[in-house]
T-cell receptor, first 114, second 116 residues
Framework: KQEVTQIPAALSVPEGENLVLNCSFT??????LQWFRQDPGKGLTSLLL?????REQTSGRLNASLDKSSGRSTLYIAASQPGDSATYLC?????????????FGKGTHLIIQP | DTAVSQTPKYLVTQMGNDKSIKCEQN?????MYWYKQDSKKFLKIMFS???????INETVPNRFSPKSPDKAHLNLHINSLELGDSAVYFC???????????????FGAGSRLTVL
């Protein structure tokens, strides 16, 4: 059974700092890994998707890496801003089929202090 | 235009009642899902459904029944509501397996269910 763990559970940093969120998964047989952002009272927004054959993906100030063999991914946020405050969720997909859905971590609650 | 829309956004009801949450997607996706996010913010899949097959998570009580009138809709019906059913329920959709964009999920805004 796949388990996804995110560390830290919560993080508070001053604006402008670079930061790293960590995600680990127990079964390396994944199809892809996604990072989501969840704002209070709202749904999830997909930030980055890394296919199992890829090592990293970048979007603006965000960079996600994937080390499938060790079961780890990191989300790097550069020059953090107060608007980055949210809960960040890591999720893995077991197969190419969507039917199995995603297995999520519990998230990292991020607060960027102005 | 909202890609995945859920109604109602908030639902407060008494134990023992039967309630439904509706979900509609206008993305032309083939697969839809229901996820439950509990008080500890843990998201877990409940069901996935495409126009061929309903996949039921074994840990979901049979009081929960998804109903799909067509591939753009997947409604969640809950019988005999219990206190532990209180959670936020998220609907999502994605392209069918094997197609470009498979497993890239688009989520609705969530429906907060409170059972008193």
């Amino acid at each position: 059974k796949q388990e996804v763990t995110q560390i830290p559970a919560a993080l508070s940093v001053p604006e402008g700092e670079n930061l790293v969120l960590n995600c680990s998964f127990t079964d390396s047989a994944i199809y892809n890994l996604q990072w989501f952002r969840q704002d209070p009272g709202k749904g999830l927004t997909s930030l980055l998707l890394i296919q199992s054959s890829q090592r990293e993906q970048t979007s603006g100030r965000l960079n996600a890496s994937l080390d499938k063999s060790s079961g780890r991914s990191t989300l790097y946020i550069a020059a953090s801003q107060p608007g980055d405050s949210a809960t960040y969720l890591c999720a893995v997909s077991k197969s190419g089929g969507g039917a199995d859905g995603l297995t999520f971590g519990k998230g990292t609650h991020l607060i960027i202090q102005p | 235009d909202t890609a995945v829309s859920q109604t109602p956004k908030y639902l407060v009801t008494q134990m023992g009642n039967d309630k439904s949450i509706k979900c509609e997607q206008n993305l032309g996706h083939d697969t839809m899902y229901w996820y439950k996010q509990d008080s500890k913010k843990f998201l877990k899949i409940m069901f996935s459904y495409n126009n061929k097959e309903l996949i039921i998570n074994e840990t979901v009580p049979n009081r929960f029944s998804p109903k799909s009138p067509d591939k753009a809709h997947l409604n969640l019906h809950i019988n005999s509501l219990e206190l532990g059913d209180s959670a936020v329920y998220f609907c999502a959709s994605s392209q069918e397996a094997g197609r470009s964009g498979a497993n890239v999920l688009t989520f609705g805004a969530g429906s907060r269910l409170t059972v008193l």
